[in-house]
C-alpha cells in the first residue's frame, strides 16, 4: 500500500471507530486485520477503503443520543461540594492539576482534521471514569465524545499524570525525613520512622492470553499487585505497580525499589531510621515488625506492638482514601490492556498525593484488605533488627 493510501485509510479509520458507541469491537477488528499485510494491492485497498466507509455511515445511524453542554453548562454551576462528590476532587485541585498537565493535552492531534478536544475536557471525562465505575458507554453520553476519543483522552491524561510520578511520589530525605519521623512519632511514640509498608491487589479482567493464570492471585481473583510506603500524612513515598496477582510478596520486595534503599542505608535511611510492617516482612535494622504474640508477651511487648500498629496503621488508611477516592480501583478496573494498567494505577496515586498535597481530603474511605502473604519478605540481620527492636521496646514509655 503507497504512502497515500495509508493516509487515506488512516483517516477512515479514524471515521469508523470514533463513531463506535457499542461495547464490541466489529469496527476496530476489521481495521487491525484489513490494515496488518503490507503488499495489498491497490484493488484491495479500495475494498478495504469502501468497507470502513459503509461501517462508519453504519456506526453514524444508529449513534447513540449525547447530553450537550454538560461540561460547557452544567458542570459551571456545581459548588464546590457537588463538584466533589461526582469528580472526587474539589475544584480548586482541578485547576491546580490542569495548570500542569493542560499543556500536554492540547499538544495533541487528531486525524482528519477533526477539532482538538479541550484539555479541561478530557481531563474531566478522565478523572469522571476514575472516580465512579461508570462504563466509557455512559461517560460518553455525557460529555458528548466518541468512544475512541474518549479512550484516547483517558490514556493521554493518565500517561500525563504517570508522567509527574517522580515529582510528586519521593522518598523522604534530609529535613523532610526528620519531619516524617517526627510526625509519625507524635501520633504513635515509635520514634524513627520512615515509612508505613504494606500491599495489596487491584482487581482486573482476565487477561485473554496463555498467561491469564500468572494473575490469579491467592484469593482467585485476577489482580495486579501494589507495594507502597507512605507518611503519616498518608503521602505515598514509593510505589511499586504491576507483578501479577500471583507474584508471592517476598518476591515482589525482592525487586522493588525499597530493597535496594534498604541495601544503602546510609542514603535512604539516615539516623538509624526504618520502616513498620507487619509480622509478614521480619524483623531487619531497618524495618520494625511486631513481636508475634503467643498469648505470653510481656507488657513491655504489648505496648511495643501496640505503638508500633499505631504507626503503621497509616498504610492501610492510605490504600482505604485512595481506594475511597478512585472507586474504579476498588472493585474491577476496566481495562483489557495489561501493558497499561500499572501506568493507570501510578496515576491515581499521583492524584491522590496531589489532593492531599492541596489539604483535598475525603471523609469517607474504603477499609483496606489485608493482602500480604505469610513468610519473611526480608532476608538477613535478623539478629541487628532483634537487637534494635528490643532497644526501641525498653525505650518506649508504657501506656496507662
Not at 497515500?4 to 457499542?22: C, G, P, T, V, Y
Not at 492531534?109 to 465512579?132: E, H, N, S, V
Request: a positive charge; glycine letters at 4%; proline letters at 6%.
Amino acid at each position: 500500500m503507497d504512502i497515500q493510501n495509508k493516509a487515506a485509510l488512516l483517516q477512515l479509520m479514524e471515521i469508523a471507530f470514533e463513531n463506535s458507541e457499542d461495547d464490541d469491537d466489529e469496527c476496530l477488528n476489521f481495521i487491525i486485520h484489513s490494515s496488518s499485510s503490507s503488499d495489498e494491492d491497490e484493488e484491495e485497498t479500495m475494498v478495504n477503503l469502501h468497507t470502513i466507509l459503509v461501517l462508519s455511515k453504519k456506526r453514524k445511524l444508529n449513534k447513540r443520543p449525547r447530553i450537550e453542554g454538560f461540561v460547557e453548562r452544567i458542570i459551571p454551576r456545581y459548588t464546590a461540594e457537588e463538584f466533589k462528590t461526582h469528580f472526587r476532587l474539589l475544584p480548586t485541585t482541578f485547576d491546580f492539576i490542569l495548570r500542569l498537565i493542560g499543556p500536554d493535552l492540547n499538544s495533541t492531534k487528531t486525524f482528519a482534521g477533526r477539532k482538538p478536544i479541550p484539555a479541561q475536557k478530557q481531563l474531566l471525562m478522565a478523572l469522571w471514569m476514575m472516580a465512579t465505575p461508570d462504563s466509557y458507554r455512559s461517560a460518553c453520553t455525557k460529555f458528548d465524545m466518541g468512544k475512541a476519543t474518549a479512550i484516547r483522552a483517558m490514556r493521554r491524561v493518565t500517561y500525563a499524570l504517570h508522567s509527574l510520578a517522580p515529582r510528586f511520589i519521593q522518598w523522604p530525605q534530609g529535613e523532610r525525613a526528620t519531619e516524617v519521623m517526627a510526625a509519625f512519632k507524635r501520633v504513635s511514640a515509635f520514634p524513627g520512622v520512615i515509612g508505613a509498608i504494606d500491599g495489596t491487589h487491584v482487581e482486573i479482567r482476565s487477561p485473554q492470553d496463555d498467561n491469564h493464570q500468572a494473575y490469579i492471585n491467592r484469593k482467585g481473583y485476577p489482580s495486579v499487585h501494589v507495594q507502597a510506603v507512605c507518611t503519616q500524612q498518608l503521602l505515598f513515598t514509593s510505589v511499586f505497580v504491576g507483578n501479577a496477582g500471583s507474584v508471592h510478596d517476598a518476591r515482589v520486595f525482592r525487586i522493588s525499589p525499597v530493597a535496594r534503599y534498604i541495601e544503602n542505608p546510609e542514603i535512604y535511611f539516615l539516623n538509624d531510621s526504618h520502616l513498620v510492617g507487619d509480622a509478614a516482612y521480619g524483623i531487619h535494622p531497618n524495618m520494625m515488625v511486631p513481636y508475634k504474640d503467643n498469648g505470653h508477651l510481656s507488657p513491655r511487648q504489648n505496648n511495643f506492638n501496640f505503638c508500633l500498629s499505631s504507626a503503621r496503621i497509616a498504610i492501610e488508611r492510605a490504600f482505604g482514601v485512595w481506594k475511597g477516592r478512585w472507586r474504579s480501583i476498588l472493585d474491577c478496573l476496566p481495562m483489557i490492556i495489561l501493558e497499561k494498567i500499572p501506568e493507570y494505577i501510578v496515576a491515581t496515586l499521583v492524584l491522590h498525593n496531589i489532593c492531599i498535597l492541596n489539604g483535598d481530603l475525603i471523609d469517607n474511605p474504603i477499609p483496606n484488605q489485608h493482602d500480604i502473604q505469610r513468610g519473611r519478605l526480608i532476608p538477613g540481620r535478623v539478629n541487628d533488627g532483634n537487637v534494635k527492636r528490643q532497644r526501641i521496646m525498653m525505650d518506649l514509655v508504657m501506656r496507662n
